[in-house]
Every structure is written in structure tokens, then in C-alpha cells.
């Protein structure tokens, strides 16, 4: 079991369930959608965030997405890491049909992946505090991410191959990559995926 001081967000109980067999952490469920209406839990998930930092996991889905990039509008950037699980084809155990996007949700990853996730993220590994070169639009202009009639594509394309979700948009794709690779790295893997 692996300790952590950042209090971990998810959308639901059965993620919260699954994530107390791999973590020692404070993990905090939105309730899905419930989180936009209950400003107790806001508060609760900010007062936290200024405590010690944020863990957002959520769902790879649309839902899961909305839900990350509402708490990256009310809580500073500074305070959160970004933890992506890969999108899975499947359903969980539990359930007795897929998601309609029909992909796994937190509750329903292996242990593995989202431990590999959390290390992507750098929640596993010593971080130092120098900041090296960001990502910026314009680095996703120059490799056709962004601005070509092909670019959302491309950037599905580029998203699946990096095991994050193809449904990012673009500022929530800078956010996973700045935060997960180094600008060498990310400019290499985009090359090697013949995006440019």
C-alpha cells in the first residue's frame, strides 16, 4: 500500500472502494455531477487543496472529463495533479451493462494501471521544483495538433497512444501532457507517432 499526504478526488463510492486497497490517502467522492451543486464539498475539496495539493482521478469519459475540468476552474492549478487512467474498452464487474461510452471507469482498472498512472503523474517519484519547458498551443499548431482541418484526429490519435483520453480538449491535453512528460520527451513520442 502506498502513502500519499494529497487527498484524492473521484466521481463515485465504488472508485473510492477500489482506490482504499492500493492507497493510504484522504479520498473524496464528488457524487458525480453532485459536486456543481453541493458547495460543502467544494469548499471541503478547496480547504483541502490549500492543505497539501489535490489528486483529481476521474472517470475517461465525457462525464469524467467535466467533472476534472469544473475543480480546475475553482481551485488553482498550482494545487492539483492530474492523474489519467488509460482508456479500457470493458465493464465492471458490478454492472450489468457498459458504460454508454463503454469504457471502464476508476472502479474497474487493475491495480497495475492505475498505479502506472499515478507514477506517470509523478505522485509515486521525487518531484524537484524546476520547472523545465512547457508545452504551449503553439507547439501543438507546429505539429498539427491544433489549426489544420485533420488536427482533432491527429489529436485522438496522439491521446490513445499516450494512454489518455481521446476526448480531451485541447487546454485539458496541454494540462495531462505538461504534466505528465517533459517538453523532449512529449516533442519526441509526437514525432514518433508521425503527427507532423
Do not use: W
Not at 55 to 82: N, V, W
Not at 118 to 145: I, M, N, P, Y
Not at 153 to 164: F, M, P, V
Request: hydrophobic content about 40%; some cysteine; aromatic content about 6%.
Amino acid at each position: 500500500m502506498i502513502k500519499l499526504e494529497k487527498a484524492i478526488i473521484v466521481e463515485g463510492k465504488y472508485d473510492k472502494i477500489r482506490l482504499e486497497n492500493i492507497v493510504d490517502a484522504p479520498i473524496i467522492v464528488t457524487n458525480g455531477f453532485s459536486v456543481f451543486k453541493d458547495k460543502e464539498k467544494l469548499e471541503l475539496i478547496k480547504r483541502l487543496a490549500q492543505k497539501s495539493g489535490i489528486i483529481i482521478l476521474t472517470d475517461s469519459d465525457s462525464a469524467g472529463m467535466m467533472i476534472r475540468s469544473y475543480l480546475k476552474g475553482c481551485i488553482p492549478s498550482e494545487l492539483i495533479t492530474h492523474v489519467y487512467i488509460p482508456e479500457i474498452l470493458g465493464k465492471e464487474k458490478r454492472k450489468v451493462k457498459a458504460s454508454s461510452a463503454g469504457l471502464l471507469g476508476v472502479e474497474g482498472v487493475d491495480d497495475n494501471l492505475i498505479l502506472k498512472a499515478f507514477s506517470r503523474a509523478g505522485v509515486l517519484c521525487q518531484k524537484t521544483d524546476k520547472k523545465g519547458q512547457q508545452v504551449t498551443h503553439t507547439d501543438l499548431f507546429e505539429l498539427g495538433l491544433s489549426g489544420s482541418d485533420n488536427s482533432k484526429a491527429l489529436r485522438q490519435s496522439l491521446l490513445i497512444k499516450l494512454s489518455l483520453p481521446s476526448k480531451m480538449s485541447t487546454n485539458s491535453m496541454l494540462t495531462a501532457i505538461n504534466a505528465l512528460y517533459d517538453y523532449d520527451e512529449f516533442i519526441s513520442l509526437a514525432k514518433e507517432a508521425e503527427v507532423n
